[in-house]
């Protein structure tokens, strides 16, 4: 018997072996890089106090609020935790009962729910698989975008840029289809956001709507803070549509990442996990769903605060992992970005939004709605002389305008590759 196991065990280590040396590393290489997963495993995955199953296959695990990973930084080892911000945007009261009053449809959820709740005193993070670990370049890497890639749509540089300076999309392959405002000092921005599931092509593509709030140039100094939905194969493992945040003081290099990845965003809401699965989802010709997104300066803490739907605040990034972002916004953004790896050396045929051009409208295109910013005064406002931008209108583009129940809005998205984007 211990012959014949000893046999296997011979065979499964010669079988990892030549998957290792197939991928590239040899067996040392890997076992060395699985030692390094099973440590980072540890110290992201914090000890739960409950466990849930979601239906989608994810576990969301209950962590103390006080053990989340946003501790394991230096600075924040006695920070004491804001449990509420100081002060809400003005107006922002004034829109939830205008929102109330109207019909009421199903809410939006996420699937982890149907399976229980996390109590109070805990916030729920996703847990973290050694598969989701491997997949990235590195372990170092893991849970960051990737620095080669992580282009921030810049419409008042890249529009200077002739066709053939472009390519066929915008830097390193990310192409996007936005609205924007910049020239001001912002504080916050907010909107309702249609949810989707574009499909993907290659899993190291990924589709994604939100906000950014953007500080600093363009260069290596850029700060953002990004929040919506995204479809990341590469990331979750899955094509499902998750709410997913994303912070850099230094343009992605070496300071932030998504979600509760790394120490930063500091959790304070028990019912939203984030880079969780969003549920239910817009349907073409059919039902359709949106969420709302809310990020604003605390005028009094300095803190980044953000809050989910109408009801949810969901946390803060504290104000000293920023330099531009410290004082204000330079540049607020929102809309849609993919990938374009050019599979086969034509356009990926990756969706943004709905995968529908904006022409389409209501029930088929994906829309941006009653988009604001927040003023030095922290009023909720609409934007003053919104502008739009997308590298190639047709693969992907935007189209805006404005009314009394949308305010300021624009759809946007598209299938990617088609006869006019080959």
């Avoid at 290792?20 to 290489?29: I, K, N, Q, R, V």
């Avoid at 759809?411 to 590759?417: I, Q, S, V």
Wanted: hydrophobic fraction near 30%; charged fraction near 20%; aromatic fraction near 12%.
């Amino acid at each position: 018997m211990a012959a014949h196991v000893s046999v296997s065990h011979g065979w499964l280590v010669l079988f990892l072996c030549l998957f290792l040396m197939a991928a590239g590393l040899s067996c040392a290489e890997g076992r060395t890089r699985r030692s390094a997963v099973h440590r980072h495993l540890k110290r992201i995955n914090k000890p739960a106090l409950k466990t849930i199953q979601s239906p989608d296959g994810d576990m969301i695990d209950c962590i103390p609020i006080s053990h989340q990973p946003a501790f394991d930084h230096p600075f924040l080892r006695n920070h004491t935790i804001q449990m509420r911000p100081t002060f809400h945007p003005d107006g922002l009261f004034e829109l939830k009962e205008k929102e109330e009053e109207k019909e009421k449809e199903k809410p939006m959820l996420q699937h982890w729910h149907l399976n229980g709740r996390c109590p109070e005193g805990t916030v729920p993070i996703r847990r973290t698989r050694e598969e989701d670990v491997l997949r990235a370049a590195s372990v170092r890497r893991y849970g960051r975008k990737r620095r080669s890639a992580a282009a921030v749509p810049d419409p008042l540089s890249v529009s200077l840029s002739t066709d053939m300076e472009m390519g066929s999309g915008g830097a390193s392959g990310h192409q996007h289809a936005i609205g924007y405002v910049q020239g001001d000092k912002y504080y916050g921005a907010r909107a309702t956001i249609n949810v989707w599931q574009p499909r993907i092509e290659q899993t190291s593509e990924f589709s994604l709507s939100q906000i950014w709030i953007l500080g600093g140039s363009f260069g290596q100094d850029l700060n953002s803070i990004e929040a919506g939905w995204q479809v990341s194969p590469d990331l979750y493992g899955d094509n499902n549509t998750r709410l997913f945040t994303y912070w850099t003081s230094d343009a992605y290099q070496a300071t932030g990442c998504y979600n509760l990845l790394c120490s930063g965003f500091i959790q304070i809401n028990n019912d939203i996990a984030m880079g969780a699965s969003i549920y239910p989802i817009s349907n073409y010709g059919g039902s359709q769903y949106d969420i709302s997104i809310l990020v604003w300066k605390d005028p009094k803490e300095g803190n980044w605060w953000m809050q989910f739907g109408r009801d949810y605040v969901l946390g803060y990034w504290p104000s000293f992992l920023f330099s531009y972002l410290a004082d204000s916004a330079s540049m607020i953004e929102w809309g849609g970005e993919v990938v374009n790896s050019e599979p086969d050396g034509s356009h990926t045929s990756t969706q943004m939004g709905s995968g529908q051009f904006p022409e389409e409208g209501f029930g088929k295109s994906s829309y941006f709605r009653n988009i604001q910013v927040v003023d030095e005064s922290n009023n909720l406002r609409a934007p003053k002389g919104v502008g739009t931008f997308t590298e190639q209108s047709n693969c992907y583009d935007v189209q805006s305008g404005s009314n009394g129940d949308w305010g300021t809005y624009f759809y946007y998205g598209g299938p990617g590759k088609n006869p006019n984007c080959p």
